[in-house]
Structures are given as C-alpha cells and as structure tokens.
C-alpha cells in the first residue's frame, strides 16, 4: 500500500500562490496515478487535479489556469501549484495514489493523505 504525507496547506490572501506537497512511499511510484481532491464541510469531496498512470494531466473546470499540477517520479512526490487563488478554493486538500478507474473518481484511489488546509482570504 502507498503512504502518502501531504504538506503546504496555509493561509493565503486572494490573489496569492501556494504549493502544495505530496510524498509517497514505494518503488513503483511511477506506476500510480495520482489525484487530488478537495473537501468542505457539509460537502463531497471534489476532484481538482489528476495525473494519469500514462503522463496525461486533468483539471477541474474551477481551477483550470491558476492550478499545475506535477510529478517528480526521482522524489516519490507530486505537487500541487496553485495561482490566483480565490476564496471559494478554501477546503481540506487532499492527495490520492489508484491504479485504475475514472481519474476525477474517489473510488478510484485506495490511498490517500491526511489532508492539508487551505483557507484564502478575500
């Protein structure tokens, strides 16, 4: 099973950047797609970003733009970039390791973090 240790949640005026950190364990990192979800109380958690087994790259309408994501196989870790961040962005954040299924998908992954909070201020 993949551990996954998430880190560079904070705080963050409207407008401002912050990257997020995911490290995960295992030789065969390279062989996992990685997604990342979003989560709000009282909500489902959402798909935000995705990194495909195969080097495609998939992003929510909502972040589309202002978020990159990346894969440094080398480090075991995946990244998350986000620019021009809004208020409505804030939630828990979470990173996820599958090895199959619809990337935008929950029931895909059977890893995942312990999520890192993100609160943008307007």
């Known amino acids: 099973q993949v551990q996954l240790v998430e880190s560079g949640g904070g705080l963050v005026q409207a407008g401002g950047s912050l990257r997020l950190s995911c490290a995960a364990s295992g030789r065969t990192f390279s062989s996992y797609g990685m997604g990342w979800f979003r989560q709000v109380p009282g909500k489902e958690r959402e798909f935000v970003a995705a990194?495909?087994?195969?080097?495609?790259?998939y992003y929510a309408d909502s972040v589309k733009g202002r978020f990159t994501a990346s894969r440094d196989n080398a480090k075991n870790t995946v990244y998350l970039q986000m620019n021009s961040l809004k208020p409505e962005d804030t939630a828990i954040y979470y990173c996820?390791?599958?090895?199959?299924?619809?990337?935008?998908?929950?029931?895909?992954?059977?890893?995942w973090g312990q999520g890192t909070q993100v609160t943008v201020s307007s």
């Open positions: 990194i495909s087994w195969n080097g495609g790259f």
């Open positions: 996820a390791a599958g090895r199959s299924g619809p990337y935008y998908s929950t029931e895909t992954y059977n890893s």
